[in-house]
């Protein structure tokens, strides 16, 4: 079982202004709303989230119709030859051909999807007559050797969904087979809750996107690759937002505010990672400091491991996330913040996927402070990554966690204990 250290243990509130993940949760929901609804073509709306229910315009199936390739007819006349019976066909009627009437005492061929004949209640299938299936030429006379049964292989119109009826939901995200059915009702445009449009920027001089990757160990650079913008990048793709650019800038501030002016109307979300903790030359703390008019940052110390420093705000009219720098602290962060963020702006289900498992290894107590520890789960069972050292900035092996282990503020777990998890891949689901 989980056991609660003693007396020594440290304080969670030792750290001056330090808040829970639940409280910074709440913090950002207080400024946030959904974006505003956008009417839209269907075919354009993937991803995006009904803001109103859709009605049925073209019922369906929208005309009276055969389910199969044959010959419709009127069961009385069958009835009255008696089986076989031989009829005279008098029409042909392929898909997409205009309605049609039945001669008395006669059939008429007709395709699946065709509309049936005024006058015609039965379908009797090309296999129930002497007719061979497959291209070829109208036959003047059918036999049809096999007794229909009345109405068969008829589809109604309306039968599946009448005009006016809901055919889908305020709330239901479009999905492909969402947009199928609003198309085949007839309905070309609906009232949605766009997507966010999300720039993400890496900042930091050491990054060699930064620094127009031209540097390296070998010429006396002192240079790290950006994971975190593609990274983040990804995320947000994977979370579903289809508009979603990635850039870095060095660590000057009046650089990092021009980035975000350029794209001013053009995104409703800018994530940055990096410059937001105790460093001299972090320039989110120094653009907070510059006494500009269109600045406004808040920072937060949240009391988990990785990812304490947080941060949010705006820049002129640009709402602003901001990320701390180490790589496995921003994909915590972001996984947490940034894909809440991410459904209330576009009232998008993401409430977090939990999963249970027993530890295969004993993890010590880190203070006062919610841990997040990436691990995988197999067959019932957390096997950890490394990172109960605390490697913060260690991603090179996060890929292979499926969950981010949950360790709650001074305690430990030892070997055989049961704990929760989040899960962050399907294969731990």
Known sequence: MMALMGNEAHNPRADQGLITPDEYLRILDAQLAPLPTERRRVAQSQGCVLAADVHVLTPTPAFTNSAMDGFACRLADIEKQGIPATMPVSADVPAGNP??????????????????????????????????????????????????????????????????????????????????????????????VPLPRVLVISTGAELLSASGGSASLDDGGTFINDSNGPMIAALLRQWGCTDVHNTSVNDDPEALAEVISDHAGLVDLVV?????????????????????????????????????PQGYGTIGDGRIMMLPGNPVS????????????????????????????????????????????????????????????????????????????????????????????????????
């Open 99 to 192: 309605l049609v009437v039945l001669a008395p005492r006669t059939v008429a061929r007709i395709m699946t999807g065709a509309p049936v004949p005024d006058g015609a209640d039965t379908i009797v299938p090309v296999e129930d007559t002497n007719v061979p299936a497959g291209p070829r030429e109208l036959p003047s006379e059918v036999r049809i050797e096999k007794a229909p049964k009345p109405g068969a292989h008829i589809r109604r119109a309306g039968e599946i969904m009448g005009a006016g009826e809901v055919v889908a939901e305020k709330g239901q995200v479009l999905t492909p087979f969402t947009i199928g059915g609003i198309l085949s009702a007839g309905v070309s445009e609906v009232d949605v």
């Open 272 to 308: 940055t990672t990096g410059g937001v903790s105790a460093g001299a030359f972090d320039p989110l703390k120094m653009l907070a400091d510059s006494g500009r008019d269109d600045v406004d940052l808040h920072f937060l110390k949240v009391a988990q491991q990785p990812g304490k």
């Open 330 to 429: 921003a994909f915590v962060s972001a996984w947490l913040y940034v894909r809440h963020v991410f459904g209330r702006l576009s009232t998008h289900p993401t409430r977090l996927a939990y999963v249970t498992g027993r530890m295969s290894a004993s993890l010590g107590p880190f203070g006062g402070k919610r841990r997040f520890v990436p691990a995988v789960l197999r067959d019932g069972e957390f096997s950890l990554l490394g990172a109960d050292r605390g490697f913060s900035h260690a991603a090179s092996t996060l890929h292979r966690a499926n969950v981010l282990l949950i360790v709650e503020p001074d305690t430990a777990a030892t070997e055989g204990d049961e704990m929760r998890a989040i899960a962050i891949d399907r294969s731990a689901v």
